[in-house]
């Protein structure tokens, strides 16, 4: 694999920067906790405590089986890309506010949802990351355009970076309901194999939100 640091804690790292980011503009990423966004190094330990509290109030049920710990372990990353394209949008000018409107949106959703699902596995004693790395699981090394589950490589990432205006608006969207695709699938898994409640009810809410943002996605590219 051609990274020096694991997928997820990338991700975190990206989430941190861009939460701090945004919380100048309005406090879109509000109700998130980001106490130990100061240092670098937080961001594999900010599953203790802090991401656990955006659960239950209980805590999550200690119930769970592989294939929820698999669930969690995969749709972080996945979420937390989400919100890194979201962020890219929103800091471009001259986007359609229909897409702006979108993007915050699932920034708002998913970058809370990756903290609950962080502090399950917190709970649950498990590893942010699979055993065996991302390796086996579709994930190639990210340089390529076939990722894990709709996921996009990093060219597609810089192409979105570059991008401007209705190219930038077009790309954004098309990228992002195969996102979603992957998503739901992955979460199609859960919803078959997972036992733990708490994953299961996220699972469901995955599954309505992003199939009806799909379909809001296929309406706008189809206007264009």
């Known amino acids: 694999m051609k990274r020096s640091l694991p ?8 989430l941190i920067t861009l939460s701090a980011c945004g919380s100048s503009s309005g406090g879109d990423m509000e109700g998130m906790d980001m106490g130990q966004e100061s240092s670098p190094a937080a961001a594999p330990t900010a599953r203790s405590g802090t991401a656990a509290s955006s659960g239950a109030s ?9 294939a929820d710990v698999m669930f969690a372990q995969m749709m972080i990353p996945h979420h937390l ?3 890194e394209m979201s962020g890219m949008i929103l800091a471009k000018d ?7 409107g979108l993007a915050t949106t699932i920034r708002n959703a998913q970058g809370p949802e990756a903290e ?36 996009m490589s990093e060219d597609r990432m810089a192409e979105l970076a570059s991008a401007e205006g ?20 992955m979460a199609q898994n859960q919803i078959d194999d997972g036992r ?29």
């Open 7 to 14: 997928l997820t804690a990338l991700c975190l790292t990206a």
């Open 58 to 66: 209980d805590g999550p049920s200690a119930e769970h089986n592989g």
């Open 81 to 83: 890309q989400a919100v």
């Open 94 to 100: 001259g986007i359609d506010p229909q897409v702006t």
């Open 116 to 151: 609950t699902m962080t502090g399950w596995l917190d709970a649950w004693g498990e590893p942010l990351d699979p055993e065996d790395g991302m390796e086996g699981h579709d994930v190639g090394d990210m340089g390529g355009s076939a990722t894990m589950n709709g996921m």
């Open 166 to 185: 209705p190219d930038a608006s077009c790309l954004f969207l098309e990228s992002m309901t195969a996102h979603h695709e992957g998503a739901i699938g």
């Open 196 to 224: 733990n409640p708490e994953a299961l009810e996220l699972t469901a809410t995955i599954v309505k939100t992003q199939q009806a943002e799909i379909d809001e996605m296929e309406q706008l590219l189809a206007a264009r």
